[in-house]
């Protein structure tokens, strides 16, 4: 497994500085990522700790119930429990356009490879990626198809923008 | 006709290189089947019970005759001579090689087609009225908003891994061809108090093993708001449907299980926070499409048609194809032709190349290169000169094509069933074939309208629900067996048909068509039609022939 991040023209593999801490676990130092339920019981500890804190959402957990709170968070994982289950594309995408998340997106869980422009037209930066062969492949998925239509919080212009020379 | 420019035609191009890519993969042994099968979907490739099948999309149901033709073309060169025109305005190939279908995918791009999104749980091709741009009283074309909306679905970043399918129809008219109200999401134009054109919003029509007839949520939505409010749905259904269970995944089981209220207001308050960001449509843009479908130059004609009424009044064969297969057209001296493509024995929908050909060659000569495909399996020559119907029928009947039952009890819509299906429980070709050899022309004609749908499974591809007889194929302990439901209709008056009681076999079922036949001419009215008869009468005397009890 490996975590990619997008940049242009491109992806790169980096570290992951985020442990991943179940709700029954304690906490270690440094950066960690909690589940929303842990994040709600939790959340004035969680918040006055040192380090930087992340959450996780289920596919059944919508960013509403920490859209308060992103402006503390270093990172937001969306998790795909089956790559079929497609609620974190609607989520990723209230996250950046409807509650203006600024900090890293990251989409956890079954994400194949083959989905990745669809993730990072809906606003994911990372990427968690089973399969290390798939890495050198991730460029030329992303960018594969030159012509969107649909306005996203990419900033990509779309066909109509473009045939208007918007 | 909508032409591609630059900015489609690199999209299509590019997703043929994408596919090609994946199939090498999947052909080297890279990826799985298991990882292969989401991806094949996209493009419309299913693994059928002998082979693979490939679907391609016909936007709205339109196409030219260089389009027709290169139907044929891979029909004959990548298939077995023959494609299956489906439900919803598509063709299915039924023996591509997997290794072929990069090379047929390049072939349909070159004519500004392709396969994507006719399967897989996404936005599916758009389907609309096949007299559009032709029928009388329609308010406006509505294969501009169909384009609008092929273009916005295409790729949806958000919307391509649903909980289930989604398909859309568009109609601009009142008299319904394109089944809109059993669609999940159903627009008819219309025009408000003050004149203003725009659409009323169905959502949640759908057939399946739970039927329900579409919802209006929305009475009036303004055109430059129709795709945020369509982007509104979906990102209501995308979140609130349901995951665990296939069969309740479509957005007709969401608004079921959420109520209509509570689902509209949703609906309403993501559309609020959306309607004035980019979705909102530029003039311009519509404008840009609209002009696409500007009508044909046609010719200023006299309505009156004296060779056509002459050949009427000396044929009767003729005179009956003019009755069933000929529609009105707006324009003086022009007619809309509908080719059946069900001539009796035949399966339902299936064309060969060299009919496909015949009928490109047709529409250049006759209806300005326009065809269209309609939802119940026929072919469609939107604007035909009067005065060129005689020849017209000449040139049909050479090639078969002048079946005049058009409306009448052998046109069928059947779904391809056991013969070709791996989810059917029954084959349904087999009782249509029987059922369109059974009745002579003449007796269909003398029972008048009749819409008999079969599917060959509960997940009703054959529109079973919404036939005045629906007739369903199940399994009862390894046997085919079929269920019979009466009085179903997918038009503007849209209703569910009920079961009438205990199923048949194969040979009882095609007798008890007979016996609903028999009863309702007996029953009916004037020149009533088989629905309406049953809507007066009721199950009874129906269900009484049939079983020789009520």
Not at chain 2, 91 to 101: G, V
Not at chain 2, 140 to 169: G, M, V, Y
Not at chain 2, 240 to 260: C, P
Request: proline share 4%; charged share 30%; aromatic share 8%.
């Amino acid at each position: 497994m490996a975590l990619l991040e997008r940049r242009d023209g491109g992806a790169a593999v980096i570290d992951d500085r985020f442990t991943r801490v179940d709700d029954e676990a304690s906490l270690p130092d440094g950066p960690v990522i909690v589940s929303v339920s842990r994040f709600q019981a939790e959340r004035d500890a969680l918040l006055s700790r040192d380090g930087e804190l992340g959450v996780w959402l289920e596919s059944d957990e919508s960013p509403t119930e920490i859209a308060e709170d992103l402006g503390h968070l270093a990172v937001v994982a969306c998790n795909f429990p089956a790559f079929n289950d497609g609620r974190g594309f609607s989520y990723a995408r209230l996250l950046r356009e409807r509650y203006g998340y600024e900090g890293e997106l990251r989409a956890i869980g079954e994400v194949m490879l083959e989905q990745a422009p669809f993730m990072v037209r809906s606003g994911f930066s990372t990427f968690e990626i089973q399969d290390l062969s798939d890495i050198a492949e991730f460029k030329a998925v992303v960018e594969e198809v030159r012509t969107v239509y649909q306005p996203t919080g990419d900033g990509r212009a779309t066909a109509i923008q473009r045939r208007l020379g918007r | 006709m909508y032409r591609y420019d630059e900015f489609d035609h690199a999209l299509v191009q590019d997703r043929v290189t994408q596919f090609r890519r994946q199939v090498e993969r999947r052909m080297k042994g890279e990826i799985s089947e298991e990882q292969f099968r989401p991806l094949r979907l996209m493009n419309g490739l299913y693994l059928q019970l002998h082979a693979y099948m490939l679907r391609v999309a016909i936007p709205y149901g339109t196409l030219d005759s260089r389009q027709m033709r290169k139907l044929a073309y891979i029909a004959r060169r990548y298939d077995k001579g023959y494609g299956h025109f489906t439900t919803r305005q598509n063709i299915q190939y039924n023996w591509p090689k997997l290794e072929e279908t990069p090379d047929i995918l390049a072939e349909l791009a070159e004519v500004e087609m392709h396969a994507i999104q006719t399967s897989g749980n996404c936005i599916r091709n758009v389907t609309s009225d096949q007299y559009a741009g032709a029928a009388k009283g329609e308010i406006e074309d509505p294969r501009i908003w169909c384009e609008i909306a092929r273009q916005w679905s295409t790729l949806h970043p958000e919307f391509s891994f649903l909980p289930r399918k989604f398909k859309i129809a568009i109609t601009g008219c009142e008299n319904d061809r394109a089944a809109v109200k059993v669609h999940d999401i159903g627009m008819i134009m219309k025009r408000d108090a003050a004149g203003e054109v725009g659409f009323e919003v169905l959502v949640g029509g759908g057939l399946g093993r739970t039927p329900f007839v579409g919802k209006s949520i929305r009475e009036f939505l303004p055109k430059e708001h129709f795709l945020s409010y369509m982007e509104a749905i979906l990102r209501v259904y995308n979140q609130l449907g349901r995951r665990d269970n296939k069969y309740k995944a479509r957005i007709k089981v969401t608004l079921h299980e959420t109520g209509q209220e509570e689902f509209t207001r949703l609906v309403e308050e993501e559309w609020e926070a959306i309607k004035d960001s980019t979705l909102k449509l530029p003039k311009e843009e519509i404008d840009r499409i609209a002009v696409h479908f500007e009508p044909p130059e046609w010719k200023a004609l006299d309505d009156a048609a004296p060779t056509c009424d002459a050949r009427a009044a000396s044929d009767p064969g003729f005179a009956a194809w003019l009755r069933h297969n000929v529609a009105e057209h707006k324009t003086p001296g022009y007619a809309i032709v509908n080719i059946s493509v069900k001539p009796p024995g035949e399966p339902p929908g299936d064309v060969t190349d060299v009919q496909m050909e015949a009928m490109a060659d047709m529409a250049d000569a006759y209806s300005f290169s326009e065809l269209r495909v309609t939802h119940v399996q026929n072919v469609t020559l939107p604007h035909v000169e009067k005065e060129q119907l005689p020849a017209l029928y000449d040139d049909l009947a050479k090639h078969g094509l002048a079946t005049a039952n058009v409306g009448l009890l052998s046109d069928i819509i059947c779904c391809p069933g056991l013969d070709y299906c791996a989810l059917a429980n029954a084959r349904s070709i087999p009782v249509a074939q029987e059922l369109t050899r059974r009745y002579t022309l003449e007796r269909q004609q003398e029972i008048g309208d009749m819409q008999i749908k079969i599917s060959g499974c509960i997940n009703a591809c054959g529109h079973h629900h919404v036939g005045n007889i629906g007739i369903l194929g199940v399994d009862r302990k390894g046997e085919e067996h079929y269920q019979v439901q009466l009085g179903g209709s997918a038009s503007e008056d849209a209703s569910l048909g009920k079961i009438i009681g205990r199923g048949f076999t194969a040979e009882e079922v095609v007798e008890v068509v007979d016996k609903l036949l028999d009863t309702y001419v007996e029953l009916r009215e004037g020149d009533e039609a088989f629905i309406d008869t049953y809507r007066r009468v009721g199950m009874n005397p129906f269900k009484e022939r049939v079983y020789g009890t009520a």
